[in-house]
């Protein structure tokens, strides 16, 4: 089944403790992202990655890393997490070829910083 | 640059009354355009997409959405709602020249029994 993973689906940790959300896709996506959900806010960009060792900003990079290692991987890391950073967030992949403009997303990763 | 707007936050409607759902976006290119629902504690799925064609689209749960390229509108109807039907719904567009996803606040429908 095509699909994108998220790993956890929920995480409380406490300030400055370094963690990693996981998110790996089957499909052979170039692109892959990171967004975060904020109540009212909708759906805002983290970070973004167009194939293998390419990756760039989105709106809201500020507190985040990511790599791209391999194609079908995209952690986002969090080096010293913050309370702002209590989010809900979702990683999704995407693929232009034979027409397809879909984006496929994860089931999302509920982050609680406290 | 682009930018999407659901011009209501929450929508109330009566269980098998008809409902719309706003959006408009601005775009400099051309775009394509997406409709999102989320139910509660859940991830997102797409309802139904436009890319070219018949400016009419139809997709899951019996919702459908125009759209208007004079008036930079994607709106969303659905001629009876049902409890199910309670969820959040995002618009969304991205520039045919990238993959950029922009999205919309979200609107929350509600349905009064």
């Known amino acids: 089944e095509a699909q994108v993973t998220q790993n956890p689906r929920y995480l409380i940790t406490v300030t400055g403790k370094k963690l990693t959300v996981t998110c790996s896709q089957n499909?052979?996506?170039?692109?892959m992202s990171w967004y975060r959900q904020d109540p009212g806010l909708g759906l805002r960009q983290i970070y973004y990655?167009?194939?293998?060792?390419?990756?760039d900003k989105g709106d809201v990079p500020e507190g985040y890393k990511v790599s791209r290692k391999e194609k079908r991987n995209f952690p986002l890391i969090l080096e010293s997490p913050s309370p702002n950073q209590t989010s809900l967030y979702f990683c999704?992949?995407?693929?232009?070829?034979?027409?397809?403009?879909?984006?496929?997303f994860g089931s999302g990763t509920r982050l609680t910083v406290v | 640059a682009q930018s999407v707007t659901q011009l209501d936050s929450q929508v109330p409607v009566f269980e098998e009354a008809p409902v719309e759902l706003r959006c408009n976006y601005s775009?400099?290119?051309?775009?394509?355009l997406f409709w999102y629902v989320q139910y509660p504690n859940q991830g997102l799925q797409l309802l139904l997409k436009y890319l070219s064609g018949s400016t009419l689209v139809k997709g899951i749960n019996g919702f459908e959405a125009e759209f208007n390229k004079s008036q930079t509108s994607f709106h969303l109807r659905k001629p009876s709602v049902h409890i199910s039907d309670t969820a959040e719904y995002f618009c969304a567009v991205t520039p045919d020249s990238n993959y950029q996803l922009i999205w919309g606040a979200g609107t929350k429908l509600i349905i009064k029994p």
């Open positions: 775009s400099s290119v051309s775009v394509y």
């Open positions: 999704a992949s995407s693929s232009r070829g034979q027409g397809n403009y879909g984006y496929t």
């Open positions: 990655s167009m194939n293998v060792e390419v990756t």
């Open positions: 499909m052979n996506h170039e692109y």
